[in-house]
């Protein structure tokens, strides 16, 4: 009892609490417990399951921890509460049965405990209404292994359709990968995918994970001779962590041999033409804003939407290239010249509406390049070695959804989705969406 007392104590200590979920849960914050949990039962020791990863093999169905381990768990039993030393057994052998039965009996009770404390820092971080159906109405505890308990809390509460799963899936086959770049964060993104299959009960295969990376790999060109080398393995070698190991080892040796700097100076002049582009796009927006100041006085000017009448189908919307000539007459002159084509009795409204199209393209190519610049901008500081400052609403979320405002997921990801709903909605480009937690001075009132 003494043991069992201090070893409670103990784990308690090293296993940090969960944090609370207020309300309904959904799939994000179910997500987000079961990281919070799974890293604090790998925190403790477990010489089950390979030894690598603690007592992971807890929390996880046995097809999910073979997804990370290629040495299954041998779930522990209680082995009684004395050894069976068989009569005239010999001293030696009988101290070696002493001592296996201490080790299985301390292998349980930890197990027992990480398990119990674990269930318990569950029903504490969810609302009593939203997880009285998982305890045992005797014990208090839960009444399911954790692995069953998730398992209905993401059924009742966070289920995700397959078709937002093969949206998903699209999205990350389609998101190009630069070389240059550690593959962590691919793979990360694969087990966000994994863990939205298990949600939607459509569990990813190691083999579609397998494909998944595979197809994101040929598109940048360079990993030809590594993935001839992957398919040439034998099925049974290629298992998930076998695959991380393989193409870290590629990529590191492609690194070492130079080729990345060959990759880099691509992805460098990739930028280079973004950066042109956008700079050309901005510098013709700041034109139409111009004429558009000059045609109502100023952005305040502006007719209200429902006013701005349709164009003439049979006349398309002047050109707003200037000629090479324009040009070089200076930004005065190119801008009169600009304004000279437009027709007279329509041209505010027409200048308008082009200008509204052209500012809501740039905006969107500018959320897009910000929100590059933010994921390889690690630890998220600025330039100058400072942490950049979040807008959050009062639980600390600082993320954006169209049809819920500012709150823990974004557009892309909201599984609950109203009608209308845009993924391409951002906290400064809400395109009407939620202003629900968003900060007054950021609405539209």
Known sequence: ???????????????????KIHGVPDFMSLTQMRK?????????????????????????????????SATPAVIPVHPGNLPVVPPGTTSHLAANIRDTHAFRLQQFNVADTVSKVTGAQIINALDEEFIAAEINQYSGQLQNDIPTTFANLFAEYGHVTPTFLD???????????????????????????????????????????????????KKTGRFSKYIATWNALPTAEKTWPRMKTHFNTA??????????????????????ATIQELAQGVAQALQLQALANHAYGGLGGYPPYNQVPPEDENQGPPSMTPSSDEEDSGTADSLAA??????????NDRLF?????????????????????????????????????????????HKYCWSHGLCN????????????????????NRFNGSEKNVPNYLCNK
Request: glycine content about 6%; overall charge positive.
């Open 167 to 217: 949206e998903k899936i699209t999205e990350l086959k389609n998101k190009a990968y630069d070389p240059a770049i550690p593959l962590a964060n691919t793979y990360k993104a694969i087990d966000d995918i994994v863990e939205l299959g298990d949600a939607a009960n459509l569990p990813l295969t190691t083999a579609q994970q397998v494909v998944i990376v595979l197809e994101i790999l």
């Open 353 to 397: 509406k082009q200008f509204e199209q052209h500012m809501k393209t740039m905006t969107q190519k500018i959320d897009t390049l910000q929100s590059q610049l933010n994921e390889r901008n690690t630890g998220g500081a600025n330039n100058n070695g400072n942490r950049r400052t979040l807008i959050t609403n009062k639980k600390g979320h």
């Open 409 to 428: 997921h974004k557009g892309s990801e909201c599984t609950n989705r109203r009608e209308g709903h845009k993924v391409e909605a951002t906290l400064f």
């Open 251 to 272: 990529r590191r040796e492609m690194k070492e041999s130079g080729a990345l700097d060959i990759v880099q100076e691509h992805h460098f002049q990739a930028n280079q």
């Open 36 to 68: 919070e949990v799974r890293a604090n039962v790998s925190a403790i020791h477990s010489s089950i399951g390979g030894g690598a990863n603690g007592h992971l093999w807890l929390v996880e169905t046995p097809a999910a921890f073979a997804r990370i």
């Open 338 to 347: 600009l304004y000279s084509k437009m027709p007279k009795e329509d041209s």
């Open 1 to 19: 009892m003494i043991f069992q007392s201090s070893a409670t104590d103990a784990i308690k200590q090293r296993m940090r609490p969960l944090t």
